[in-house]
């Protein structure tokens, strides 16, 4: 099962993806965590990204395009896999859809978590005492809701034309999230 969560900064899918994983085995890939990663280690494309991502600005649609089209063929992706945090544009959408096609994958469902804004911010406020992300500061959080409505929410109508397009009330315990994930999907 190929699934996407969508949904703004701070909306759950990081954690959702996660609970999923334990529930059915399928795997998380998470375009942020991967980037993070690089960042860390220094890589070359850490270092491209770092710049973008402390202003709370997304990577380079090549960039991340690159990544996902490379991470999906690999063997803990056969039994299917949660894309968290990608798309973002619409430039990665129907590049997916280019690059699932060619490998003959459908895309089941794109749950899009629901959260006001009030409810993002105090969330991601939280985050950045408890893990310190570098982009979880109030100027990074404030662009990157920007961001978001500017760049990722034409998504929203992209896979509702598709059918595909699955909305969750993302507000409530991350428990009964779960379960309405559950309910949506079947698994
Ligand atoms: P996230 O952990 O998903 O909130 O991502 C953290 C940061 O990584 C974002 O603010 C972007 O700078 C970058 N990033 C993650 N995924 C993408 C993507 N699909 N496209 C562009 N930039 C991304």
Redesign the pocket.
Known sequence: MQLIFLGP?GAG??TQAKIFLERSGIVQI????I??VAVSAGTELGLK?KS??DK??????S??IGIIEERIQESDCKKGFVL??????LE?AKALDGILDKLKIALNHVINFEVPDEELVKRLLGRAAAEGRS?DNPE?IKN?LK?FKEKTQPLISYYAEKKILRNINGTGSTTEIAEKVKATIGV
């Open positions: 900064p899918k990081g998470s375009t942020g965590d980037l993070r990204a973008f991502m709370g600005e997304l990577v380079p649609d960039v991340v968290d945090g990608f798309p973002r544009t990665q982009d990074s990157r961001v």
